[in-house]
């Protein structure tokens, strides 16, 4: 026991002599929260928009007013004809045009959009906010209630994805340069000697990098929390246990790699092409995977972060308990003992 800690220690020393090593740890984490958290977002801000009215009556002038005041539009002009407007727009100088007909006020309908398309989600996001700010003239509530995020922030989203995309980054491309590391160098074979055995060797070179892991889950938690305002709803504990069953997968599918690659470069792209691409394309992080064809939905069932964030989302925005996500949990532990059992077999494999 006492070579087994002895092993770990050695291991977390060389960790933290790395400075390079801890920066990428800590500050990438800082920095994609922050990034995803403030300056790439889906929400609806500051939208110019262009008004064509032939009557400015009481409800049309309610309704402008009401435009202009939100938050998510701004009237930048007024012209008579929806020709004028489409031509505003296509100088690059408005992004929609709101186009009221001469009945609006007794009918209460009769509204066109004219929106720039080149982006349809933004389109449609704009289209839906314009509408539900006009047809909301008497100032009550809107006839749409959103559940668990009334305000449509981004970050909510983004943070259950950013958590699941950083802890497989990590634990997985680290544990795997890690071994390599190892390999390169030629102090695989020294180690395998010694006394510890083989499997004691990988546990105890994965275990800093889980301490760390869960260090970087602590401090995703506290920055989505207090930094990003996302709320915390769910069980605590249960987020955390979910998380380090979470890490695990990751760590095994990380020892996996490091049994194919040689080199620590080829340890990076086999990382990056297996871990990165799948988990931004088809984790559901970004894009819906109901969304995605048929045959991309099959290939994102073996993406482990899609199961992971949808949990997360569940426990952290939603607040279900344990019984709601005890489907993702299922499938997470089923994909830690596939992995962990072939990376072990094939590490014994390479030691004969």
Request: proline share 4%; glycine share 4%; net charge positive.
């Amino acid at each position: 026991m006492k070579q087994f800690i002895s092993f770990v220690i050695k291991e977390a020393k060389h960790i933290l002599r790395d400075k390079r090593t801890m920066l990428i740890l800590f500050g990438m984490p800082l920095a994609l929260m922050l990034i995803f958290g403030f300056a790439i977002t889906t929400d609806v801000r500051n939208v110019r928009c262009v008004v064509v009215t032939s009557s400015m009556d009481h409800l049309t002038q309610q309704a402008v007013d009401r435009l202009s005041v939100s938050e998510y539009f701004t009237i930048i002009k007024t012209v008579a004809t929806p020709r004028e407007a489409e031509q505003v727009i296509r100088n690059q100088k408005a992004d929609m045009a709101i186009v009221f007909g001469p009945d609006f006020a007794s009918r209460r309908s009769g509204v066109q959009f004219i929106v720039d398309g080149a982006d349809p989600n933004m389109a449609q996001q704009w289209t839906n906010y314009a509408t539900g700010v006009i047809t909301n003239l008497d100032g009550g509530a809107t006839n749409t209630k959103l559940l668990y995020n009334p305000q449509m922030k981004s970050a909510y989203n983004f943070v259950p994805a950013i958590m699941g995309m950083l802890l497989m980054l990590v634990c997985a491309m680290m544990t795997s340069i890690s071994i390599v590391r190892e390999k390169e160098k030629g102090t695989m074979e020294v180690l395998l000697v010694s006394p510890v055995k083989p499997l004691m060797i990988i546990v105890a070179k994965a275990i800093p990098y889980l301490v760390l892991a869960f260090g970087i889950l602590v401090v995703i938690l506290l920055m989505a929390r207090f930094v990003l305002g996302v709320p915390l709803v769910g069980s605590l504990f249960w987020i955390i246990v979910v998380s380090l069953i979470y890490i695990l997968l990751a760590l095994s599918l990380g020892l996996l790699i490091s049994n194919v690659a040689q080199t620590q470069l080829v340890a990076l792209l086999l990382s990056a092409m297996v871990l990165l691409l799948p988990i931004v394309m088809l984790s559901g992080m970004i894009f819906p995977v109901e969304s995605m064809p048929t045959v991309l939905q099959w290939v994102s069932a073996i993406v482990p972060p899609r199961y992971y964030i949808d949990a997360m989302r569940k426990l952290m925005i939603m607040g279900v308990g344990i019984k709601e996500v005890a489907r993702e949990v299922i499938i997470l532990v089923l994909m830690v003992a596939v992995l962990m059992t072939l990376a072990l077999a094939k590490f014994n494999k390479r030691l004969e």
